[in-house]
């Protein structure tokens, strides 16, 4: 799982495109449409729309960076174990999680099962995804960010990476869906 010595597939054609660094700069304000996208959901092997759950429910994006299925953020990893262990309280207030990686097919399938991961896992390994919301990257991978979507897709919480907040805590992001219903 998390280790510090192997960087086997560290350096791969997504690290290099994402080596340097872009802030992130997303555009958006509140009330927006967020741009559409179709990827494959690990978890469920399944393909995901985003645009299939307007009118049906709210939606928290939860971009995040995973180098490799060995090597994960040390900033975000705290973040994904704590959105894993807390996605029950999203889905009782109606809202679908759906944490976006880089990381390819393979390399998630091994995030999925290592971590448990209950939520969706959606695979965006050429990192179209990241770019749509203007996330920015550094260092070989995206930049993590948080969008909370409601049922209509406009966007009514954002929360982009900063080295001092480089995730939205949890409680932050079940706050911002109380206020937002």
């Not at 807390?86 to 099962?113: A, C, H, N, P």
Request: proline share 8%.
């Amino acid at each position: 799982m998390l280790t510090s010595s192997d960087f086997s597939g560290l350096f791969n054609e997504r690290f290099v495109r994402n080596f340097f660094p872009v802030p992130a700069s997303n555009p958006l304000q509140l009330g927006a449409i967020t741009p559409d996208f179709e990827l494959p959901d690990i978890t469920n092997n399944r393909q995901v729309k985003l645009s299939s759950y307007r009118g049906q429910q709210p939606v928290l994006l939860a971009f995040t960076r995973i180098f490799t299925e060995k090597q994960y953020c040390p900033l975000c990893f705290p973040h994904i174990k704590a959105m894993n262990e807390k996605y029950e309280r999203f889905t009782e207030k109606g809202v679908e999680v759906l944490m976006i990686t880089s990381t390819d097919r393979q390399q998630s399938q091994q995030v999925v099962k290592d971590l448990g991961l209950k939520m969706p896992l959606l695979s965006d390994p050429d990192c179209r995804t990241f770019q749509a919301y203007e996330v920015g990257q550094a260092l070989g991978a995206p930049l993590p960010a948080q969008f909370l979507l409601n049922p209509q897709g406009q966007l009514r919480f954002k929360h982009l990476f900063s080295f001092l907040s480089p995730n939205a805590e949890v409680e932050k992001l079940l706050s911002a869906i109380e206020q937002s219903q």
